[in-house]
T-cell receptor, first 111, second 111 residues
Framework: AAGVIQSPRHLIKEKRETATLKCYPIPRHDTVYWYQQGPGQDPQFLISFYEKMQSDKGSIPDRFSAQQFSDYHSELNMSSLELGDSALYFC??????????FGPGTRLTVL | QKEVEQNSGPLSVPEGAIASLNCTYSDRGSQSFFWYRQYSGKSPELIMFIYSNGDKEDGRFTAQLNKASQYVSLLIRDSQPSDSATYLCAVSPQGNEKLTFGTGTRLTIIP
């Protein structure tokens, strides 16, 4: 079965640089969620989109923005990167029900 | 106090025995409850979801929900070494909404 696809899988950036993470949800899934998981921590909700509209917002810094496109893929844009942004970033998708399926994640390292 | 509480463990269980994982939540309005398994450095994998009071069984896994006590549990029967992972309890207010995770319980199955 098709799963959530995320790219890139690994990303290394310098402080103050910009990063873009991409997420391709499971086909026919209409909702995309972004989570951040720091080392030894649980995943923290950042933002979600339902049918290409922002549906909820969590503890997402103002330096981050996201959108969902007409083909339902989503991008998380991160600017002015800080050392504390180093984490695993997961995208999850769902359809109608609340069962969210997670992608493999993007490991972001900020140097 | 975190919205979702779990015993961080580590919890060690002999192979073939029953592993019991517990979770409590603070928001009485929560409607959907999930158990995810996460191997180190990997993405959360959905194991079980439960929406109604009582028990729900799927293979070796049983989820139990008691909304009056705000308590969710996961039982793993015939534990296998491959069950060794961190188990995350997640809660959602209602359908298609963000997940709030507990800090996870690290489970080790001893051969």
């Amino acid at each position: 079965a098709a799963g959530v696809i995320q790219s890139p899988r690994h990303l290394i950036k310098e402080k103050r640089e910009t990063a873009t993470l991409k997420c391709y949800p499971i086909p026919r899934h209409d909702t995309v969620y972004w989570y951040q998981q720091g080392p030894g921590q649980d995943p923290q909700f950042l933002i979600s989109f339902y049918e290409k509209m922002q549906s909820d917002k969590g503890s997402i810094p103002d330096r981050f923005s996201a959108q969902q496109f007409s083909d339902y893929h989503s991008e998380l844009n991160m600017s002015s990167l800080e050392l504390g942004d180093s984490a695993l970033y997961f995208c999850a998708s769902s359809f109608y029900s609340n069962e969210q399926f997670f992608g493999p994640g993007t490991r972001l390292t900020v140097l | 106090q975190k919205e979702v509480e779990q015993n961080s463990g580590p919890l060690s269980v002999p192979e073939g025995a029953i592993a019991s994982l517990n979770c409590t939540y603070s928001d009485r309005g929560s409607q959907s409850f999930f158990w995810y398994r996460q191997y180190s450095g990997k993405s959360p994998e959905l194991i079980m979801f439960i929406y109604s009071n009582g028990d729900k069984e799927d293979g070796r896994f049983t989820a139990q929900l008691n909304k009056a006590s705000q308590y969710v549990s996961l039982l793993i029967r015939d534990s296998q070494p491959s069950d060794s992972a961190t188990y995350l309890c997640a809660v959602s207010p209602q359908g298609n909404e963000k997940l709030t995770f507990g800090t996870g319980t690290r489970l080790t199955i001893i051969p």
